[in-house]
């Protein structure tokens, strides 16, 4: 191959990334919106926390429970135009959200975007994974991000355009469903071609080989981080707005705006998780990002309006480094099974913050938003489970 040609292919491959990430970005941030609607939605149909759990539930759990099936499904049988299919069904979710009459229709267009995201995510980090040139952590950053400030501008977008406009305009955010349909019909057409290029060519691993009973524990412990990880931004994604509003008195808008802070945060941690990953290693950011963002979470329910904002920023990006790296990692504990890892740890993500989320309501029913966020500032002490995982030498020799 000449260079010209090396470099050509290279350009492909970034622009591949680029493209995953931006419909990550689109995906994610229709998924927002839904949470960021809920005071709007609790005001029009009445709802009481324990029915907006249920709601991030039906959403999440939908996601969680598909997700390490598609990875499965596609690591023995890919399927390119999966990806803008799985955008199909977030279209069909966001207008049934849009024109529901009811609460069980609510639930049902959550369920339909959690099916897209379920499609979505075990594919679309396999495709990042193939473009990265080996730049493993810095491609699955790339990936992510979008999906981070995707999350980010939900809220954003919530508050100046769902929240003003009515439940209708919810509807608008399907012209993003189809941007991204039109985005990964081309990423699955590169894809078909890297898998006909590609074919018969056999993967270089590097790393040794792990007894099972090791990899099996390594993987529960990494599953467990994710779980700390997801139920403590579960709390914040569902009820923060909840909690500043009752704590501080803020009108819905700069509810909002405070919960940006915290999702913008969680985008750079992603943004930097990975290529300190690559730099340094997925184990240091593991532990520096779980165990290191306790002092802050224990904080963060007791100082007023001014450091809450501070802290928000703080432990969006220290909590969210570490997903990059979890999934890298366990991604080369068990080579060749890339989309069910994928699948396994973005479904799991979503299926313990849908879990989460249900209990948690049920919990600020009954003692109060406040205690829910001084509960959950104890979680990150899992995070000393990081001690279980194999060590650099156990892997690279």
Not at 73 to 86: A, C, H, K, Y
Not at 315 to 335: D, K, N, R, T
Request: net charge positive.
């Amino acid at each position: 191959m000449s260079l010209a040609q090396h470099d050509t292919h290279a350009q492909t491959a970034y622009l591949v990334i680029v493209g995953v990430s931006i419909c990550h970005f689109l995906n994610d941030v229709m998924q927002s919106v839904l949470a960021a609607s809920y005071p709007l939605l609790q005001a029009e149909f009445s709802l009481s926390f324990w029915q907006i759990g249920l709601m991030t539930f039906a959403f999440q759990v939908t996601a969680s429970l598909l997700q390490p099936v598609v990875g499965m499904v596609t690591d023995r049988r890919p399927f390119p135009q999966s990806l803008p299919i799985g955008m199909g069904s977030t279209f069909f979710g966001l207008i049934l959200l849009a024109q529901a009459q009811s609460y069980a229709a609510l639930l049902g267009g959550a369920m339909l975007i959690g099916i897209g995201s379920a499609v979505f995510h075990p594919e679309a980090s396999r495709v990042a994974r193939l473009a990265s040139g080996g730049r493993y952590g810095t491609a699955q950053s790339l990936f992510q991000v979008g999906g981070n400030f995707g999350t980010a501008a939900g809220p954003l977008l919530a508050a100046f355009i769902v929240v003003p406009m009515g439940r209708g305009s919810i509807a608008w955010f399907s012209v993003a469903a189809l941007l991204g349909m039109v985005i990964l019909w081309q990423v699955g057409a590169w894809y078909g071609r890297y898998r006909i290029a590609n074919a018969g060519r056999k993967p270089a691993i590097r790393m040794r080989s792990l007894p099972r009973h090791r990899v099996t524990t390594a993987i529960i412990v990494l599953a467990v981080l994710v779980f700390t990880k997801n139920i403590y931004t579960a709390s914040i994604g569902s009820y923060y707005t909840f909690f500043l509003i009752e704590r501080f008195s803020l009108s819905a808008q700069e509810a909002q705006l405070m919960l940006f802070l915290f999702l913008g945060g969680a985008a750079l941690g992603v943004v930097l998780g990975g290529p300190v990953g690559d730099r340094f290693g997925s184990l240091t950011v593991i532990w520096v990002s779980i165990l290191g963002v306790l002092p802050f979470t224990l904080a963060l329910p007791y100082v007023d309006l001014f450091w809450t904002a501070i802290l928000s920023v703080i432990i969006g990006v220290v909590i969210a480094s570490a997903f990059p790296a979890i999934v890298v990692f366990a991604q080369e504990l068990v080579p060749g099974r890339v989309g069910m890892i994928a699948g396994l740890f973005f479904g799991f993500a979503f299926g313990m913050g849908g879990i989460a989320a249900a209990v948690l309501g049920v919990v600020a029913d009954r003692y109060g938003i406040e205690f829910v966020y001084r509960l959950c500032s104890f979680l990150p002490l899992l995070g000393l489970l990081t001690v279980f995982l194999p060590r650099r030498k156990e892997l690279w020799g």
